[in-house]
């Protein structure tokens, strides 16, 4: 405890020193959120600066290995790193589905050729990554998917349709699922890593109830695909036809990216932020604010009691079911009661004030959460078969 407690003095100093004062404040649109990827630019020099200073530091990613762009944090050091950057409320230095979910992947399955390049890449904002999972009418049962790479000896030729790519238009490369053996509707899929700006790929943004765009169909016609980068390089994680394996690993991730476990404000207390901005508020919904805060609270001692028992080799491989399932519950809560306390002002849809109608989109945004990322349906069977063991229908 007291080599935590020296290493927490010295992350508060460190955080002192290079946590701009314009970096801690809430997200509050779009550009407040740094992506990186070859076509990144900085909404300010503060942004700027913050970043540098993370990546340097390796507090991108802060518990990767050192050789891979991290800072070889344990997991206790992480935990207090998180908890310090809370306590000033500093904003995130790099947001990337390369961090919250490829990265992962490659470290537990991955060549030492593809981490040197790819970890180090995205570990210092060097590439931007889409996912390539859902299909049309390929979605929770996502192992009938139809995306075809045809095996041309040294590459492969990919045809196909993805569908809630997020941020397909913006980013530089996709982690895609690929059927590479029609025979066999499990053990015939490649997870692929291909650029976004190769011959044949197309994208075309979707259109939400909220009036943004953050999802894309992703179009595949004719697109060639290397077996290999490079040395140790392969363009595929894992074995041919083996990448449903990586695949299911990855949504472990991506369930704990979407329950907000890695952090943020989705489900953090709103009772004092809302008398903050709307003053006094009748006594019923001030006891349903006080109820959701109390399970906020509870929530992430979940979350945090989960990833200590995952870094012990402990966890329960459906508890990213559990976290994903009550995470987007209570975002939705949380967004419904900001509606409620803001009256006829959340419902504007496009003046300054509510800076382009951002209550009412955000709350129309948190429809697609029990949904993306696996239905709040299917959580709730995985959780009642894999870990209360009920008998199946």
Known sequence: MSDLEGFRSEVRAWLEANCPAEMRKPVRDEGDVYWGGRNASFKSDAQKQ????????????PEWPKEYGGAGLTGAEGKVLR??????????????????????????FGTEGQKQRF???????????????????????????????????????????KIWTSYADEADWIFCLVRTDKENKYQGITFMLFDMAGEGVSTKPIKLISGNSPFCETFMDDVKVPKSYGEDIP????????????AKYLLGH?????????????????????????????????AELAMFDVD?????????KFLDE?????????????????????????????????????????????????????????????????????????IAKRILDLPGA
């Open 50 to 61: 913050w970043f540098e200073a993370c990546r340097d530091k390796g507090y991108t990613v």
């Open 83 to 108: 908890q310090e950057m809370a306590r000033i409320d500093a904003r995130p230095p790099l947001s990337s589905f390369g961090i919250w979910m490829l990265g992962p992947a490659l470290l537990q």
């Open 119 to 161: 970890l180090t890449e995205i570990a210092n904002g060097e590439i931007r990554w889409c996912q390539g999972y859902s299909e049309p009418g390929s979605g929770s049962d996502l192992v009938s998917m139809q995306t075809y790479g045809e095996d041309k000896g040294d590459h492969w030729v990919v045809n196909g349709q």
């Open 235 to 246: 363009a595929y994680v894992g074995e041919i036809n083996r990448g449903w394996d990586v």
């Open 254 to 286: 991506e369930r704990e990216m979407i329950s907000g476990a890695g952090g943020g404000d989705r489900t953090s207390a709103i009772g004092a932020a809302v008398k903050r901005n709307v003053g006094e508020i009748d006594p019923v919904l001030r």
């Open 296 to 304: 906020a609270l509870a929530y992430s001692a979940m979350g945090e």
């Open 310 to 382: 995952m870094k012990a080799g402990k966890g329960h491989p459906a508890q990213p079911n559990m976290m994903k399932y009550v995470g987007t519950e209570l975002n939705k809560r949380r967004h419904e009661l900001m509606m409620a306390a803001g009256g006829s002002r959340a419902l504007e849809w496009e003046s300054e004030d509510t800076s382009g109608g951002k209550p009412a989109r955000n709350w129309l945004r948190t429809k697609a959460n029990s949904i993306e990322g696996g239905t709040s349906e299917v959580m709730l069977n995985v």
